[in-house]
């Protein structure tokens, strides 16, 4: 792989999780600290993700087989984008509540939710189909320039992503928006953006396309058996691990409120332990996993799912107030199931696009939209007495019944009779 794609990405993870954060507690600020305005803003940053996820993967295709200095200009504007959004969006998430204000409207009405939740999408909008756009756009320009060995480049990038939006969460939530606020930690993200989109734009002059042509290669053909003989049964799991990891994550922010102090600490201390196990998970399947053969992984894959549902019991367990033990030995709890969607998300998405970005860019827009209504499903349905525990185990039997389905890559396997390198890779 080319090094500078992946310092690119890490980059990119640490500006957007910053975003995220700044925007959450701005968003609280402007708009009230509740369970749905979380589940609000979660959704919108994810189906931003999706739709330029999708997008990206169109517009890669119609690029056809040009010069990787094309797919990578791109990526440099949509870095520009993101770094120009973050500078604007705490103004314009402002001037929101402004216009609020205004209106007269009750803070805890259906009208003031429906009104407020669209002014923030409105404003979150444009960085998060850029944030999207990335992944599609990389990987159309590394498969150009590299040629081949590019099968597994969606986890690639995915394990760089999420190494950056791990520290990205924990310096921006801890640190910077305690020594300099919130416009200017946004402003230290939106420079960093700035020097990844000069970066790339510098690489497109000298990148250059690979001396061999792109060859459909045993793994390649594997996933047209995929698409062919699994292709809804893929599809359908990566948009359970989406669901259910987004529904997690706000029951868990619930959960560990009273012992982070403030719901603002614990949304990201949450945020970094799932990124961090999640990174945790993705390299162990790049470094133990990625190049074994196809048997192997429907192996694993139906072990890791068999337990999921019962790794979902851990945090509930360590969240009961009985139990004496420190904060973050509580936070600990949800470390194992993040780690295994860590390890299956990636053998997905891997297994399904082979290093194509166009597919990479629907099954990864397919995965978000189960994040997208994973938290909109746990806040929505939370209520005093009911949030911590009820959605919880809802959001759990998705998992639970995995033993049930056959794995969505067995029959692929079988059929192109070869060993698929690549697994696929949120």
Same mark, same amino acid.
């Given at each position: 792989?080319v090094p500078i794609y992946f310092g690119f990405f890490v980059v990119s993870?640490?500006?957007?999780?910053?975003?995220?954060?700044?925007?959450?507690?701005?968003?609280?600020? !402007?708009?009230?600290?509740? =369970?749905?305005?979380?589940? =609000? @803003?979660?959704?919108?940053?994810?189906?931003?993700?999706?739709?330029?996820?999708?997008?990206?993967? @169109?517009?890669?295709?119609?690029?056809?087989? +040009?010069?990787?200095?094309?797919?990578?200009?791109?990526?440099?504007?949509?870095?520009? *984008?993101?770094?120009?959004? &973050?500078?604007?969006?705490?103004?314009?998430?402002? /001037? &929101?509540?402004?216009?609020?204000?205004?209106?007269?409207?009750? $803070?805890?009405?259906?009208?003031?939710?429906?009104?407020?939740?669209?002014?923030?999408?409105?404003?979150?909008?444009?960085?998060?189909?850029?944030?999207?756009?990335?992944?599609?756009?990389?990987?159309?320009?590394?498969?150009?320039?590299?040629?081949?060995?590019?099968?597994?480049?969606?986890?690639?990038?995915?394990?760089?992503?999420?190494?950056?939006?791990?520290?990205?969460?924990?310096?921006?939530?801890?640190?910077?928006?305690?020594?300099?606020?919130? !416009?200017?930690?946004?402003?230290?993200?939106?420079?960093?953006?700035?020097? *990844?989109?000069? &970066?790339?734009?510098?690489?497109?002059?000298?990148?250059?396309?690979?001396?061999?042509?792109?060859?459909?290669?045993?793994?390649?053909?594997?996933? !047209?058996?995929?698409?062919?003989?699994?292709?809804?049964?893929?599809? @359908?799991?990566?948009?359970? =691990?989406?669901?259910?990891?987004?529904?997690?994550?706000?029951? $868990?922010?619930?959960?560990?409120?009273?012992?982070?102090? =403030?719901?603002?600490?614990?949304?990201?201390? %949450?945020?970094?332990?799932?990124?961090?196990?999640?990174?945790?998970?993705? /390299?162990?399947?790049?470094?133990?996993?990625?190049?074994?053969?196809?048997?192997?992984?429907?192996?694993?894959?139906?072990?890791?799912?068999?337990?999921?549902?019962?790794?979902?019991?851990?945090?509930m367990a360590t969240a009961d107030p009985q139990l004496r033990v420190r904060?973050?030995?509580?936070?600990?709890?949800?470390?194992?199931?993040?780690?295994?969607?860590?390890?299956?998300?990636?053998?997905?998405?891997?297994?399904?696009?082979?290093?194509?970005?166009?597919?990479?860019?629907?099954?990864?827009? %397919?995965?978000? *939209?189960?994040?997208?209504?994973?938290?909109?499903?746990?806040? +929505?349905?939370?209520?005093?007495?009911?949030?911590?525990?009820?959605?919880?185990?809802?959001?759990?039997?998705?998992?639970?019944?995995?033993?049930?389905?056959? +794995?969505?890559?067995?029959?692929?396997?079988?059929?192109? !009779?070869?060993?698929?390198?690549?697994?696929?890779?949120?």
């Amino acid at each position: 792989m080319v090094p500078i794609y992946f310092g690119f990405f890490v980059v990119s993870g640490f500006c957007s999780l910053s975003y995220e954060v700044v925007w959450l507690r701005l968003a609280m600020a !402007q708009f009230g600290v509740t =369970t749905p305005f979380v589940a =609000t @803003v979660l959704s919108v940053f994810m189906a931003g993700l999706s739709l330029g996820s999708w997008a990206a993967g @169109v517009v890669t295709r119609r690029l056809g087989d +040009s010069a990787p200095a094309r797919p990578l200009r791109l990526y440099a504007l949509a870095e520009a *984008v993101i770094g120009l959004s &973050g500078l604007l969006v705490p103004y314009v998430l402002a /001037w &929101g509540r402004e216009v609020l204000t205004t209106t007269g409207m009750s $803070w805890d009405s259906s009208h003031y939710y429906l009104v407020s939740g669209g002014w923030i999408a409105l404003a979150l909008s444009p960085a998060c189909l850029c944030m999207g756009a990335t992944f599609p756009l990389a990987m159309a320009a590394m498969r150009r320039e590299l040629g081949h060995g590019t099968e597994r480049t969606f986890s690639y990038l995915y394990l760089a992503n999420v190494l950056g939006a791990t520290s990205g969460t924990l310096v921006s939530a801890f640190v910077l928006i305690e020594l300099v606020g919130f !416009q200017r930690t946004a402003a230290v993200a939106a420079s960093l953006n700035g020097l *990844v989109a000069v &970066g790339a734009a510098l690489r497109s002059r000298t990148a250059t396309a690979a001396a061999v042509e792109v060859l459909e290669t045993p793994t390649r053909a594997a996933a !047209q058996d995929l698409a062919r003989g699994a292709r809804q049964a893929a599809l @359908v799991w990566l948009f359970l =691990t989406g669901l259910v990891s987004l529904a997690m994550e706000v029951v $868990w922010i619930r959960q560990f409120t009273p012992y982070l102090a =403030t719901n603002v600490y614990a949304f990201a201390a %949450v945020l970094a332990l799932y990124l961090l196990a999640t990174a945790v998970g993705t /390299w162990v399947y790049r470094a133990l996993l990625s190049r074994s053969a196809g048997a192997a992984h429907d192996h694993v894959f139906v072990a890791v799912s068999a337990i999921l549902g019962l790794l979902a019991l851990i945090p509930m367990a360590t969240a009961d107030p009985q139990l004496r033990v420190r904060a973050a030995l509580r936070v600990a709890g949800i470390a194992p199931f993040c780690g295994a969607l860590g390890i299956l998300t990636p053998m997905l998405l891997d297994r399904w696009s082979a290093g194509n970005p166009q597919r990479a860019g629907a099954a990864y827009a %397919v995965n978000i *939209v189960g994040a997208i209504l994973g938290p909109l499903a746990a806040g +929505s349905g939370s209520c005093p007495g009911w949030a911590t525990s009820t959605p919880s185990w809802r959001s759990r039997f998705p998992s639970s019944a995995s033993v049930r389905w056959r +794995s969505p890559v067995r029959r692929s396997s079988r059929a192109a !009779q070869s060993p698929a390198r690549a697994c696929a890779s949120r």
